[in-house]
């Protein structure tokens, strides 16, 4: 079945430092692919999308990239924040029609720990 | 316009005792979803409603779960009994059927199952 895998954390880094937080997916079809953060005490909330392969998404300085060819959607930051400390997580949404699900597919989550 | 409510916040009960979360949804919204989040397990998905009907309940651990959605306004996720492993942040999110079908997550309610 489809499958979403990030990697563990924690990730602590110095404010302003460069973020990767790497993502890869399985599934059948051509999913749709999320980042959700989970700031502390907090519900998830969307971060950013991308629905097709080659997508960017953007959001707050986060970018990640739908890489078809390596079933990737890795999270990236170029100089993140204290405020950026939070649970990111990966998901995954099957195409729609034919039956599919509504349901979204999450990762394990990844704690980042920035630090002043 | 309010996001998910979800209530209560913080529940603490007793093993044996039945527990009853509740879950107002954003209006307009079609699919309501039950999640559990814990360290062991991460985020579960428990149960999800489409139209107030439940589309899938292969989440949902054992009999000892139950969830209803008796309005397009409200929904409910009862434990009964409740056992110390249940403890958990259980979320509520819902989401429109048509376009994009976003989900936005509730604040949570964690529970503690002594």
């Known amino acids: 079945g489809d499958s979403v895998t990030q990697m563990e954390g924690p990730v602590t880094l110095s404010e302003e430092a460069f973020l990767t937080i790497n993502c890869t997916y399985t599934a059948t079809g051509y999913p749709s692919l999320f980042w959700y953060v989970q700031y502390p005490g907090e519900g998830l909330q969307l971060l950013l999308k991308a629905t097709k392969a080659d997508d960017k998404g953007s959001n707050k300085g986060f970018e990640a990239t739908y890489r078809k060819e390596t079933t990737s959607f890795h999270l990236e930051k170029g100089s993140v924040q204290v405020s950026d400390s939070a649970v990111y997580f990966c998901?995954?949404?099957?195409?729609?029609?034919?039956?599919?699900?509504?349901?979204?597919?999450f990762g394990t989550g990844t704690l980042l720990a920035v630090q002043p | 316009d309010a996001g998910v409510i979800q209530s209560p916040r913080h529940e603490v009960t007793e093993m044996g005792q039945e527990v009853t979360l509740r879950c107002k949804p954003i209006?307009?919204?079609?699919?309501l979803f039950w999640y559990r989040q814990t360290m062991m397990r991460g985020l579960e998905l428990l149960i999800y409603f489409n139209n107030n009907v439940p589309i899938d309940d292969s989440g949902m651990p054992e009999d000892r779960f139950s969830a209803k959605m008796p309005n397009a306004s409200f929904s409910t996720l009862k434990i009964q009994p409740s056992e110390p492993r249940d403890s958990a942040v259980y979320f509520c999110?819902?989401?429109?059927?048509?376009?994009?079908?976003?989900?936005?997550f509730g604040p949570g309610t964690r529970l503690t199952v002594l």
């Open positions: 999110a819902s989401s429109f059927a048509q376009g994009f079908q976003e989900q936005f």
């Open positions: 209006s307009g919204h079609d699919y």
């Open positions: 998901a995954l949404k099957g195409p729609s029609g034919g039956g599919a699900t509504n349901k979204l597919i």
